[in-house]
């Protein structure tokens, strides 16, 4: 009989070479995710855009003799040209409203000014509502004096979230510059996501995933996340050019509503109130309203036209994705957010739809089924 030691060794000696690689591999792969880490949100949000606009881009590509290139410099141009005067003013008022509520909760003086007397001659509102703004105007300073040592942490955490939306707003700017020059190389980026996904899942599986990945993160950044973004930008928009108070914020909370698919009326109709009511009624005041109005139910319009109404996400997992993103990278995370939980969402469900190998033994070779 053979001594089996050295078979053993041999074997304990692979292992040993298998664990080295293994540990080798993982230290390199730790390094080179600390390395990525600072541009991953930037990376992502590139990736995003580049798949969300690649069909737009295709289409004007044809315009152009078929260069995708040079579509892919038109989109950037424009969505720049569009997007950046829009965004900064919105983002000087974040800061503006930021810094003062930090100074407020500092110095936990919170002040509601008093009503004007004309909304007491409002009809059927006026009386009541009058006297309720004049008591919180006296009232509720105290009480959120009182509350507010106890909500400081929550609340500087998430006006600090809200501090950085001037870096946000520069990882926009270079993420849509990152996803021209991933458009311009789409074909080539699309073979090799497909590649990636039959390399994990196999080669019956990974073109399936891949294609359910690229329409996940296209039905929510188009009929979601795109939808209330445009909705945010015209809503806040109005808001500024209004002088409305805390403009950026409110904006910010249309986009929260607006992802989370609730009626942007719950903010702009107390906002119309509130212009009606502080500046009386006029010219201006009657175009904001009708603005206002009109943006927060342009949702209406645009989900057929961005093919907003197949997206299959539901929506809880949605808001915990903005609401998630938001808190861990800022800005930018209640885009990006949303859209990676989605297609996270959308991979589990389908590999839990995934219909289970039936045991069905296969017969051995030579055996007879007569």
């Known amino acids: 009989m053979a001594d089996p030691r050295p078979i053993q060794f041999g074997n304990g000696r692979e292992l ?16 080179c995710f600390e390395i990525f880490k600072p541009f991953l949100s930037l990376m992502l949000w590139a990736v995003i855009l580049a798949i969300t606009l690649f069909p737009l881009n295709q289409r004007l590509a044809g315009w152009f003799g078929n260069r995708p290139g040079w579509s892919a410099v038109l989109l950037v141009i424009v ?24 100074q407020g909760f500092e110095d936990q003086v919170i002040e509601i000014p008093a009503p004007p007397l004309s909304v007491s001659d409002w009809p059927i509102i006026g009386a009541p509502l009058y006297k309720i703004w004049a008591h919180a105007s006296g009232d509720l300073s105290w009480a959120l004096s009182q509350v507010a040592p106890h909500l400081k942490g ?129 010219v201006s005041t009657i175009i904001f309203a009708i603005w206002t109005i009109l943006a927060g139910l342009s949702d209406n319009v645009l989900k057929p036209l961005l093919l907003g109404r197949g997206v299959a996400v ?5 808001l915990i994705g903005a609401l998630g993103g938001m808190l861990t990278n800022g800005i930018i995370g209640l885009f990006i957010g949303p859209v990676l939980l989605a297609v996270g969402y959308e991979l589990f469900m389908s590999w839990v739809a995934q219909p289970l190998v039936e045991d069905n033994p296969q017969p051995l070779a030579g055996q007879d089924h007569r």
């Open 16 to 31: 040993l070479d298998v664990l080295i690689r293994a540990g080798l591999i993982a230290v390199l792969v730790m390094s």
């Open 79 to 102: 969505g720049l040209a569009c997007l950046i005067g829009p965004l900064s003013l919105l983002g000087t008022s974040v800061a503006d409203s930021v810094r003062l509520g930090i």
């Open 154 to 282: 929550v609340s500087k955490t998430l006006l600090t979230q809200l501090a950085g939306i001037g870096s946000g707003i520069l990882v926009f700017v270079l993420a849509l510059i990152v996803g021209g020059v991933i458009m311009a190389k789409g074909e080539s980026g699309h073979r090799t996501g497909v590649a990636i996904a039959t390399r994990i899942s196999g080669p019956q599986r990974g073109p399936q995933l891949a294609a359910l990945c690229t329409a996940t993160i296209r039905a929510v950044a188009q009929g979601v996340v795109g939808i209330a973004f445009i909705q945010m930008l015209l809503v806040g928009i109005g808001l500024v050019v209004m002088g409305v108070p805390a403009a950026g914020v409110l904006a910010l909370l249309v986009l929260l509503l607006g992802i989370t698919q609730l009626p942007i009326l719950l903010i702009t109709l107390p906002v119309v109130i509130y212009v009606f009511a502080h500046d009386g009624v006029g």
């Open 314 to 318: 539901p929506m809880p997992v949605v």
